[in-house]
Nanobody, 120 residues
């Protein structure tokens, strides 16, 4: 089992910056990728960025060049630096930890979510 706790959300004006953090506990050695998702009201949860154990990162098109995901395996943390924020970035942001069983069954562990609101 993996437990995740996010922090760092809040209210920011358009063009501003925020950094989200997520701390993992429990069976952290089993974590493969770590990811950030977001869910806006009335919309489905969508992948924002992901990072592998060896720090290979990938980003959704809407955030490329503005967001940076990073990871510290020693501290079991993943962060999302968000710059040049836009009102359309407003959403609840969720941290996700991915584990795989020996037969490659993927399991997702979710944090409780943190609200990011960008005012225009």
């Amino acid at each position: 089992q993996v437990q995740l706790v996010e922090s760092g959300g809040g209210l920011v004006q358009a063009g501003g910056s925020l950094t989200l953090s997520c701390v993992a506990s429990g069976s952290t050695s089993s974590i493969n990728n770590m990811e950030w998702y977001r869910q806006a009201p009335g919309q489905e949860r969508k992948l924002v960025a992901g990072i592998s154990r060896d720090s290979n990162a990938s980003y959704a098109e809407p955030v490329k060049g503005r967001f940076t995901i990073s990871r510290d395996n020693a501290k079991n943390t993943v962060s999302l630096q968000m710059n040049s924020l836009k009102p359309e970035d407003t959403a609840v942001y969720y941290c996700n930890a991915v584990t795989y069983s020996s037969d490659l069954y993927r399991r997702n562990y979710w944090g409780q979510g943190t609200q990011v609101t960008v005012s225009s």
